[in-house]
């Protein structure tokens, strides 16, 4: 499955529209079976530490499952830091979610065994 997000991360409440996104997310890899996940992320702006702490760490109340592989694509320098702090809490908390700077690379993950 392919997502495409947009916006500002600059919302008010910017770890309630992450909690929204990983919920429609797992609701459609249900719906459809799938279990590869590409997130291509446009998204501007910086990630709120704690914000992204408690979402990445209960991923599984979303409906995440830790069988899924998730490639997350995102070029944008200022929020490297954040991103890299959003893996290694994914990571920590057993799932498998790597972070990317180009699609083909995230592709090439994605479709290794």
């Known amino acids: 499955m392919c997502v495409h997000a ?8 910017p770890g309630a529209a992450a909690q929204e996104a990983w919920g429609r997310i797992a609701q459609k890899c249900e719906e459809t079976g799938l279990a590869r ?4 992320s446009r998204v501007t702006g910086r990630y709120p530490t704690l914000d992204t702490y408690e979402t990445m760490s209960t991923l599984d ?4 499952s830790r069988d899924w592989k998730i490639a997350y694509v995102n070029s944008d320098p ?3 830091q954040d991103l890299m702090f959003m893996m290694a809490v ?3 908390k057993g799932f498998l979610v790597r972070l990317f700077g180009e699609e083909d690379e995230a592709r090439k993950w994605l479709n290794r065994r």
């Open 6 to 13: 947009t916006g500002d991360r600059d919302s008010d409440n």
């Open 37 to 40: 996940v590409l997130i291509i």
């Open 61 to 64: 109340q979303y409906g995440i």
């Open 90 to 92: 994914a990571d920590n």
């Open 78 to 80: 200022d929020c490297r």
